[in-house]
């Protein structure tokens, strides 16, 4: 099974600063159709789990573009431009080149 | 729109069954594969099982293989998981998803307690 470790596991962030959250996997993502399947959630209080980013930088609909994805093979990181109030939650990466799907252990974001 | 809802949870004794449905609306069901993953109380995401659009792919985490069973129906849109054998450490919220996990459903609370 392919292991997702997210760095770090929590963080406290002043408003309108910025946030990164590290993801690496302990195989490539990079699948042979050239695609790299690297997703990242954020989980609010509460609610399942939100998609922002899939395939590594590709934002899902309606979420903000302060929110940016980047990497390639096993490195990818999450990053937030200015933190916003409502940005708190748990932010997970998650493979999908398996059909068994692994996720990091979650990064837990509050604000200061 | 995309719904995914998810039914079939309760309080369950140890060593009892439950099975979950999952019915799926605002998309092609069986142009996809789909997931159940699950969440224990405070704890992170955890995939239990996985389906392909034709049943023809089917794959289960080591913590459930041989205890839970994941099935489809296309013609009824409609996901299920059928456990067997339930444990205490099998209490969890759980979660259907769609395809690559861009969709997922509210959730169903497992509870195994005696």
């Known amino acids: 099974d392919i292991v997702m470790t997210q760095t770090p596991l929590s963080l406290s962030v002043t408003p309108g600063q910025p946030a990164s959250i590290s993801c690496k996997s302990s195989?490539?993502?990079?699948?042979?159709?050239?695609?790299?399947?690297l997703y990242w959630y954020l989980q609010k209080p509460g609610q399942p789990p939100q998609l922002l980013i899939y395939e590594v930088s590709k934002r899902s609909s309606g979420v903000p573009d302060r929110f940016s994805g980047s990497g390639s093979g096993t490195d990818f990181t999450l990053k937030i431009s200015r933190v916003e109030a409502e940005d708190v939650g748990v932010y997970y990466c998650m493979q999908s080149i398996q059909f068994l799907w692994t996720f990091g252990q979650g990064t837990k974001v509050e604000i200061k | 729109e995309v719904q995914l809802v998810e039914s079939g949870g309760g309080l369950v004794q140890p060593g009892r069954s439950l099975r979950l449905s999952c019915v799926a609306s605002?998309?092609?069901?069986?142009?996809?594969?789909m997931h159940w993953v699950r969440q224990a109380p405070g704890k992170g995401l955890e995939w239990v099982s996985g389906i392909s659009w034709s049943s023809g792919r089917i794959g289960y985490a080591d913590s459930v293989k041989g205890r839970f069973t994941i099935s489809r129906d296309n013609a009824k849109n409609s996901l299920y998981l059928q456990m067997n054998s339930l444990r205490a450490e099998d209490t969890a919220l759980y979660y259907c998803?769609?395809?690559?996990?861009?969709?997922w459903g509210q959730g169903t609370l497992v509870t195994v307690s005696s």
């Open positions: 605002g998309f092609t069901f069986d142009d996809y594969a």
């Open positions: 998803a769609k395809g690559l996990g861009d969709y």
């Open positions: 195989q490539s993502l990079l699948h042979s159709d050239g695609k790299t399947y």
